[in-house]
């Protein structure tokens, strides 16, 4: 069956690079796009951006000068990598598929 | 971006009682290939989104025919009836139509 999960440090300082892994199974990720969804506590949820079938990325705007997405096809992985992290970056980060099959999301505080 | 303003931002509805929650959007969600990509989810505290309704008025498999929605253009209504303890948690509208996707502030339901 589809399967997504999210691995990451929980903890990551100010001004420094946040780098999570979204492993999936139960399809091929040349066949199916992922994307990364984030939600502050307490609050409501923010698209990312995402990875499609073909390679091909798409970013949020507002997020698109600290973000990269990138994708392990032979590992089934797809990777985030967001810079300059602020304590507003605090969230709990999902990835899915379709927006139908999501990961259980990992926690990550941005703090000194 | 598409803006989508839920309301009520929360619901206090009895067991068996009846709950409606309205989601407007900023722009029309009609894509320019006919269909509507409006989509409404559940979170459960603690979960990750769960579909509830896809584009507009489609219940996705397993989901009660207590959930229905309706709608079109800008304005969207998730009806949920007989509602019973495990209905609890945040409600979400969702838009596919235009990039970026958006999500709505989401609406909390509690039970009496």
């Known amino acids: 069956q589809v399967q997504l999960k999210e691995s990451g440090p929980g903890l990551v300082q100010p001004s420094q690079t946040l780098s999570l892994t979204c492993t999936v199974s139960g399809f091929s990720l040349t066949s199916y796009g992922v994307s990364w969804v984030r939600q502050p506590p307490g609050k409501g949820l923010e698209w990312m951006g995402g990875?499609?079938?073909?390679?091909?990325?798409n970013y949020n705007s507002a997020l698109k000068s600290r973000l990269s997405i990138s994708r392990d096809t032979s590992k089934s992985q797809v990777f985030l990598k967001m810079n300059s992290l602020q304590t507003e970056d605090t969230a709990i980060y999902f990835c899915?598929?379709?927006?139908?099959?999501w990961g259980q999301g990992v926690m990550v505080t941005v703090s000194s | 971006d598409v803006v989508l303003t839920q309301t009520p931002v929360s619901l206090l509805i009895s067991l068996g009682g009846q709950a409606s929650i309205s989601c407007r959007s900023s722009q029309s969600l009609v894509h320019s290939n006919g269909n509507t990509y409006l989509h409404w989810y559940l979170q459960k505290p603690g979960q990750s989104p769960q579909l509830l309704i896809y584009q507009v008025s489609n219940r996705f498999s397993g989901i009660p025919d207590r959930f229905s929605g309706s709608g079109s253009g800008t304005d969207f209504t998730l009806k949920i009836s007989r509602v019973e303890p495990e209905d609890l948690g945040v409600y979400y509208c969702l838009q596919r139509t235009h990039n970026p996707l958006t999500f709505g502030s989401g609406t909390k339901l509690e039970i009496k």
């Open positions: 899915t598929r379709d927006y139908l099959y």
């Open positions: 990875i499609w079938g073909d390679g091909s990325t």
